[in-house]
Nanobody, 115 residues
Framework: QVQLVESGGGLVQPGGSLRLSCSAPENIITFYTGGWYRQTPGRQRELVGSIFSDDTTEYGDFVKGRFTISTDNARKTHYLQMSSLKPEDTAVYYC?????????WGQGTQVTVSS
């Protein structure tokens, strides 16, 4: 079972930005589809956004143009650029990758939006 590594979480003020990264240890996964999810206590995990093999993307309704998912050329790492952050964006963010054979998940990274 491969566990992905997320980085870039932390504390940011409302209106600020953060960039999360997701990759597999030693870059062993070349992914087709990558995704970001988030979860707060007492709530189900929800989709933040996905990037597909043709580089098209989709986002949860709450994103409203504030977040962007992208990938490196080798499809080893994908990113979640978050802007105009709000306190309600506070959550643990999880990334995923699917390489056509299996899916892998990260351990989660905390994002806290607070003044």
């Amino acid at each position: 079972q491969v566990q992905l590594v997320e980085s870039g979480g932390g504390l940011v003020q409302p209106g600020g930005s953060l960039r999360l990264s997701c990759s597999a240890p030693e870059n062993i996964i070349t992914f087709y589809t990558g995704g970001w999810y988030r979860q707060t206590p007492g709530r189900q995990r929800e989709l933040v956004g996905s990037i597909f093999s043709d580089d098209t993307t989709e986002y949860g309704d709450f994103v409203k143009g504030r977040f962007t998912i992208s990938t490196d050329n080798a499809r080893k790492t994908h990113y979640l650029q978050m802007s105009s952050l709000k306190p309600e964006d506070t959550a643990v963010y999880y990334c995923s990758m699917n390489n056509g054979q299996y899916s892998a998940w990260g351990q989660g990274t905390q994002v806290t939006v607070s003044s």
